[in-house]
Nanobody, 130 residues
Framework: VQLQASGGGLVQAGGSLRLSCVASGRTFSSYAVAWFRQAPGKERGIVAAISWSGGRTFYTDSVKGRFTISRDNAKNTVDLQMNSLKPEDAAVYYC????????????????????????WGQGTLVTVSS
């Protein structure tokens, strides 16, 4: 599975962006997918995750009510709609796929640790001006 993230850019505080993760590979629908982010000088951490079917989602507390993760398995895409953006949301955003908590996995969704994710996109930069 290869992942490509896009949609980052510069936005004013309070604005919106929609990130997209496009995957290659017929088995993408079997994976749980997450968005992580890493701000300068900080560790990378999970932002949101979605189960293989799309039926379950997870959000870190700081983005609840503002971000929405969704997927379209027919199109091999996972999107992250980000509303009411704050300066502290500025970071490089990465999408990642995890088989262990996917359709055929043995781990409970959501998996939060980045080392559990087998495949990563290249990252897309989100800048939020105050």
């Amino acid at each position: 599975v290869q992942l490509q993230a896009s949609g980052g850019g510069l936005v004013q505080a309070g604005g919106s962006l929609r990130l997209s993760c496009v995957a290659s590979g017929r088995t993408f629908s079997s994976y749980a997918v997450a968005w992580f982010r890493q701000a300068p000088g900080k560790e990378r951490g999970i932002v949101a995750a979605i189960s293989w079917s799309g039926g379950r989602t997870f959000y870190t507390d700081s983005v609840k009510g503002r971000f929405t993760i969704s997927r379209d398995n027919a199109k091999n895409t996972v999107d992250l709609q980000m509303n009411s953006l704050k300066p502290e949301d500025a970071a490089v955003y990465y999408c990642a796929a995890d088989l262990s908590s996917g359709l055929y996995g043995n781990k409970r969704f959501p998996v939060l640790a980045e080392h559990e994710y087998e495949y990563w996109g290249q990252g897309t930069l989100v800048t939020v001006s105050s």
